[in-house]
């Protein structure tokens, strides 16, 4: 990660109701150097973008701890009416944009056909019972997948990224539907996802992600940003086998899932960030 020549005055949107709070912690880190400072807001601000994630996860792992088999609502149920609730608390907070909650919506359709497929095809599975369900699949497993895409489209916002020798458009879409087809497709024909990896490094290998965190740019190549977010995203995928929320095969008793599934992840986030750029385009560096 480099750091650019020049400054500019970062995008400070946390909504209405939070720019009290936004303006009390810029007071208090004002007497901290500005590298602190800008390491403390760094860290606030990737929180500030993963929101939606951390409640959902949060949300995984109390409901197994405390969920009793008796209760009048089943446990899928109530995390999709949660994850349904804090949506619309976002937007009617607007901690979050109409643009954002679009590119959820398209992220939580595209992530339930896979998971339909998925399921039936014996990838994975999810052992409890629920009512709102399509094909075995609870529709809170959605805004699993919408979470991803929220997390994107707000850190573009959050940090005001810009994108340099960014591909063209057709490109990266061509790219994301040949990703998505193989989710499907390598159960019938060979699996080409060393060609997809391969793909990914060769179409944004000249890309890098231009951040702001509060008045300094900084830049990072858009391949290594990719690996460093899948790689948290299979460890938030850990947390949802260890809840017994979804499961695998291989999974009769706990272990880590396998990190096959962080190159899988690698390449479900370029699907998540070219839906992103259908709502949110990718600006070039001023």
């Keep these: 990660m480099d750091q650019g020549y020049r400054e500019r005055p970062a995008a400070h949107e946390t909504g209405p109701y939070l720019e009290p709070l936004r303006i009390l912690i810029r007071g208090a880190l004002a007497p901290l150097p500005w590298w602190l400072s800008e390491f403390i807001l760094f860290g606030l601000k990737q929180a500030w973008a993963c929101l939606f994630a951390a409640i959902m996860l949060a949300l995984l792992l109390v409901t197994k701890a405390i969920w009793q088999p008796g209760w009048p609502i089943y446990r899928y149920d109530f995390l999709f009416l949660a ?29 339930t ?70 989710f499907f497709s390598h159960h019938f024909l060979p699996d080409i996802r060393y060609l997809l990896f391969a793909a990914t490094v060769i179409v944004f290998r000249r890309v890098n992600i231009h951040f ?6 900084l830049r ?20 949802g086998t260890l809840t017994g929320t979804w499961i695998y095969p291989t999974q009769k008793t706990w272990h880590v899932v396998s990190f096959g599934k962080l190159g899988s992840w690698y390449l479900l986030l370029y699907v998540s960030f070219v839906l992103v750029t259908l709502v949110v385009k990718p600006r070039p560096p001023e």
């Design 83 to 111: 994850a349904l609730t804090i949506q619309i608390l976002f937007l009617r907070f607007k901690m979050e944009s109409w643009d954002e909650a679009r590119v959820i919506l398209i992220y939580h359709v595209t992530g």
């Design 113 to 182: 056909v896979m998971e339909i497929f998925k399921v039936h095809m014996g990838s994975w599975a999810y052992p409890e019972t629920s009512l709102l369900e399509i094909g075995g699949v609870p529709l809170f497993s959605g805004f699993m997948y919408a979470a991803v895409g929220s997390f994107m489209a707000r850190t573009i916002r959050i940090f005001d990224m810009r994108f340099s020798h960014y591909p063209p458009m057709w490109l990266t879409g061509l790219l994301a539907i040949a990703i998505y087809a193989n």
């Design 212 to 217: 702001t965190t509060e008045k300094t740019t």
């Design 220 to 239: 990072m190549p858009l391949v290594l940003a990719a690996f460093l977010s899948s790689t948290f995203l299979w460890l938030a995928e850990n947390i």
